[in-house]
């Protein structure tokens, strides 16, 4: 939804449960913009149904090392190589 009472986004590049850009991304926020017209329309029956994304339980332990790292200002642990500009 945007401010614009009738005005509905849907691509992949709206927010959606999936951080990278897939075709499932796209679909899932095409469902959110048809369920937004379908609420301001005054439609009453069933939305359009939304799947959350899996989230695999075992990857929690390097997400939440990642973050630390990252607040630190430390490369990914994964990084073999800087990439970055000499002299930064």
Same mark, same amino acid.
């Given at each position: 939804m945007t401010r614009i009472d009738n005005l509905f986004l849907a691509g992949e590049w709206v927010k959606t449960d999936? @951080?990278? $850009? $897939?075709? *499932? &991304?796209? @679909? *899932? &926020? &095409?469902?959110q913009a048809a369920n937004g017209v379908l609420l301001a329309s005054g439609y009453s029956g069933p939305m359009v149904k939304i799947v959350g994304l899996f989230q695999a339980p075992w990857w929690v332990p390097f997400k939440a090392a990642?973050?630390?790292r990252y607040r630190h200002k430390l490369p990914n642990q994964f990084d073999i190589v800087d990439a970055r500009w000499p002299g930064r």
């Open positions: 999936q @951080n990278v $850009t $897939t075709m *499932e &991304g796209a @679909n *899932e &926020g &095409g469902r990642d973050k630390i």
